[in-house]
């Protein structure tokens, strides 16, 4: 069955703190990962895409790494910000259908 | 561009009704997907439309269907509406849906409330 686990399920970290947050996945075959984040009340907003052949990709202060021997991502934050405070998932697409299998997120809380 | 639209914002209805939700893409995107978003499931996928055809489904009842006009603005229909129901409706659009780094533009959601 087609898994995306992530952890921590809640982090809180003080401003102008760093953090990373994982993902690790079990989606057979694999297409690609995709990080979203999304804000309370609001739909996800996507901050990286990665193929099998990416071991990282940058957006910003968000850098992404992916792992596809162990099947692990995770999402670096460089010196968060209040408007960090939000919902992160990750999303594998693979599988028969390249259907989207989405993780329960990570809520992270930024505080001054 | 304008992004993608969600119609009404919020609803409530009440066990038994029918419910219609309306998503408007981004102008040029031919592939929008359906989502539905719990504090317990997460985001879960309910179906993917394409070209006014039904490309993809994901695992829910046949209370759930959906369909897509030929400017490509979408609509859910759910019918007999169980309190389980109750979820924000996520729509989300992208230009073809089946390319390898295709990204998906996601709607503000429906919230459902069913009583």
């Known amino acids: ?112 | 561009k304008a992004g993608v639209t969600q119609t009404p914002r919020y609803l409530i209805k009440t066990r038994g009704q029918q419910v219609t939700l309306s998503c408007s893409p981004i102008s040029g995107h031919r592939s929008v997907s359906w989502y539905q978003q719990t504090p317990g499931q997460g985001l879960q996928f309910l179906f993917e439309y394409f070209s006014e055809t039904q490309r993809n489904k994901g695992n829910f009842p046949g209370r759930f269907s959906g369909r897509q006009f030929s400017n490509s603005r979408s609509e859910m229909n759910v019918s007999t509406l169980e309190l389980g129901d109750s979820a924000l409706y996520l729509c989300a659009s992208s230009l073809d849906g089946r390319a390898e780094l295709d990204t998906q533009y996601f709607g503000p959601g429906t919230r459902l409330t069913v009583l």
């Not at chain 1, 686990?5 to 996945?25: A, D, F, H, V």
Request: charged share 15%.
């Open chain 1, 1 to 112: 069955k087609n898994q995306v686990e992530q952890s921590p399920q809640s982090l809180i970290i003080l401003e102008g703190k760093n953090c990373t947050l994982q993902c690790n996945y079990t989606v057979s075959p694999f297409s690609n990962l995709r990080w979203y984040k999304q804000d309370t009340g609001r739909g996800p907003v996507s901050l990286t895409i990665m193929t099998f052949s990416e071991n990282t990709k940058s957006n910003g202060r968000y850098t992404a790494t992916l792992d596809a021997d162990t099947k692990q991502s995770s999402l670096h934050i460089t010196a968060s910000q209040l408007s960090d405070s939000a919902s992160y998932i990750c999303v594998v697409s693979g599988g028969s259908a390249r259907q989207l299998t989405f993780g329960s997120g990570t809520q992270l809380t930024v505080l001054p």
